[in-house]
């Protein structure tokens, strides 16, 4: 059974920083792409930053040049590091796991989320 748990949410003042993390276990991780996906109050779920099993990354126009996405394989974890953070940014914040295919990038587990408020 798949479990990804995230971790590393809560309250920060806008242009500060978070980082969020999420454990994977239950299936290998090294061959899978990874990603980050976020919803705020009242929006559609919207793909924040993926990166593949070869390490290549993509991120959503919002946050480039702010997150970075990043995975440690011997630690089976994915990271997302926030900084200049806005409060748009304010969401709950899902990991998962999936494929990347010439279509893009297809996740297939998710973990449960984790809420981060951006906030004066």
């Known amino acids: 059974q798949v479990q990804l748990v995230e971790s590393g949410g809560g309250l920060v003042q806008p242009g500060g920083s978070l980082r969020l993390s999420c454990a994977a276990s239950?299936?290998?991780?090294?061959?899978?792409?990874l990603g980050w996906h976020r919803q705020g109050p009242g929006k559609q779920r919207e793909l924040v930053a993926t990166?593949?099993?070869?390490?290549?990354?993509n991120y959503a126009d919002s946050v480039k040049g702010r997150f970075t996405i990043s995975r440690d394989n011997a630690k089976n974890t994915v990271y997302l590091q926030m900084n200049s953070l806005k409060p748009e940014d304010t969401a709950v914040y899902y990991c998962?796991?999936?494929?990347?295919?010439?279509?893009?990038?297809?996740?297939?587990?998710w973990g449960q989320g984790t809420q981060v408020i951006v906030s004066s």
């Open positions: 990166i593949t099993s070869g390490g290549s990354t």
């Open positions: 239950g299936s290998p991780f090294s061959i899978y792409s």
């Open positions: 998962n796991k999936g494929v990347t295919t010439s279509t893009g990038y297809r996740p297939q587990y």
